[in-house]
DNA sequence: GCCGTTTTCGGCCCGACTGTTTTCAGTCG
């Protein structure tokens, strides 16, 4: 058992607890417990083998207990246990917005609600109104709820975010009684998926702020307006809070509600060791409970309550607990990749195989757009299913795109395009084109499509075998995820960036919002091993030349900086760096 | 359940909004 499947189920156990009514501090400990397992940079296994894990802080020794437990047996009898005192589907009822586990207790002890089913004809049958705490409002609102539910997902995929996001941000900067506004939380984080969307914005006028974002025309439903906050769902089903602050208030407000709130926990308790007291009011010279504002420490801005806590300004994107700390502590953090330094994308597609455009179509777009170049990486024939080419085919491709690159330059164009391929990587890690047919292709990105069911063991023998491929440069989508679709396929993702660092391999960042992958978690660690990233729109239209922003948000979510992304660099570099693995020098 | 350079017991981040209540519990972020 892997540290996120370890995680998870200590994450659920805290949910059963708290179910159960036990202790809030109790819960919270397995909570902790689980983010401290998920933010571990090396194998579960190994820490346990090594009987390391009393070194973890947040886990005691019942919580060093229970992990061993489930990683060398498979199972946690303690778990099993509580699991089997609730009924199966108790849980499902805190996905209903407004239910928690103190109201869903009573549900199930007073009515025998242990489902949705149930809680539906409940509801319906008005019995949820008659209960001590509960009203006709609550159990609208349950139904309200549930009916929400079954037609929107409650997370999204981050361009669906942005795309209702940035209009509505853009209606708040317009606003007259607006100082300073900015989205906030994970869509400000670049979380490969969103919650909600989160705005702050610092006004003297609070209630004529809120009143004009609740009648914006993408708003659907009104959750909650308030004197300084204010809830509504827009379109697309997805959920967006507004903040309103003083300007005084601003950073700290804008900070808060940044999060992580694993990051925010540290931030407070580095005030409190400061003698200090943060929230999103501000950064108190006093540890009582105050908002007097002779005791607030001065900051304009998010980077002063850094400075004042002792840290260097740490970007939105790093606040995820996972190391940012001790590096602006010492002043570490790297210089992060921006969208703009990247010269073009490595791994698209054209309706040579199942891309909407042409060659002459991309040419014209990414050129316009400022691109220097542009691989084309259409499938290769396993792949039938995406029209995948034959090496005929490709070697057809490769005289056409030669013949437009010669075009461009004849007409002075400072754009090329590179020949190449999506080669899938077929069963024991063979290729589906042969050697002679690689080696005559600039860019050659190997993916799996197939043989999704392979075991773990099985799989990342397949991939390692691929990136040995002295042809291959880089790996493309590492563990084939949809993002809330389909799961990532099993493989030992520090095995194969270990293969890809001795090889010299190179590993995509798909920057498709429906993919991310390889996961910003795990660039920390390729990157401590030497390995360069390729931030890849993985583009089946033009229009996902926009995917290159995506993409960057991502990678500086994996602390990357210029030097570890292969695509900042200009042709002539990248040429010479394609011509590394195959032993060329150019 | 975790944690500790004033503590091995007594803390654990904290404020806004809603709905149900007459002063607050629950939920959410």
Known sequence: MNKDQVADILTEIGVLLELKGENPFKTRAYQNGARALEGLSEPLEKVVSEERLDTIPGLGAALQQKITELVTTGRLLYYEELKASLPAGLLTLLEIPGLGPKKAKVLY????????????????????????????????????????????????????????????????????????????????????????????????????????FVQ????????????????????????????????????????YFTGSKEHNIVMRQRAIARGLRLNEYGLF???????????????????????????????????????????????????????????????????????????EEIVESMNELGMSYWAVTDHSKASFQAHGLTSERVREQIIAIREINLKLQSEGIDFQLLTGSEVDILGEGRLDFDDDLLAELEVVVASIHSGFTASESEMTRRIIAAVENPFVHMLGHMTGRLLLEREPYKVDQHAVIDACAATGT????????????????????????????????????????????LGAGIARKGWLSKQDVINTLPLHELRRELGKKRGQEI
């Open 506 to 549: 190179w590993i995509e960042l798909n920057a498709s919002p429906f993919r991310f992958d390889m996961d910003w978690r795990l660039w920390q660690y390729a990157k401590s091993k030497g390995v360069k990233c390729v931030i890849n729109c993985d583009a089946h239209r033009v229009e996902h030349a926009g995917f290159l922003r």
């Open 109 to 212: 002890e007073k009515l025998g609600i242990s489902d949705l089913v149930l809680l539906k004809a409940a509801c319906e049958s008005g019995s949820v109104a008659e209960l001590a705490g509960f009203g006709k409002k609550t159990q609208d609102n349950i139904l309200k709820g549930m009916e929400f539910r079954e037609k929107y997902a409650s997370r999204h995929q981050l361009h669906h975010a942005l795309a209702v996001a940035e209009p509505l941000l853009q209606a708040l900067r317009d606003h007259p009684d607006v100082s300073r506004c900015s989205t906030a939380g994970s869509l400000r984080r670049s979380k490969e998926v969103i919650g909600d969307i989160d705005f702050v914005v610092s006004s003297k006028n609070p209630n004529s702020v809120i009143a004009y």
């Open 285 to 359: 010279r006093s540890s009582e409970e105050t908002r007097d504002p002779n005791l607030l420490e001065n900051c304009q801005t998010e980077d002063d309550i850094y400075q004042k806590l002792g840290l260097t300004y740490v970007p939105p994107e790093l606040r995820e607990d996972h190391g940012e700390f001790a590096a602006a502590e010492k002043g570490d953090l790297p210089r992060l990749i921006e969208w703009t330094e990247l010269k073009g994308s490595l791994h698209n597609h054209s309706t040579w195989s199942d891309g909407r455009q042409s060659l």
């Open 216 to 255: 914006q025309p993408t708003v659907l439903n009104i959750l909650a307006q308030g004197d300084t906050k204010a809830s509504v769902i827009v379109s697309g089903g997805i959920q967006a809070d507004l903040r309103v602050v003083s300007d005084s208030e601003f950073p700290f407000a804008l900070a």
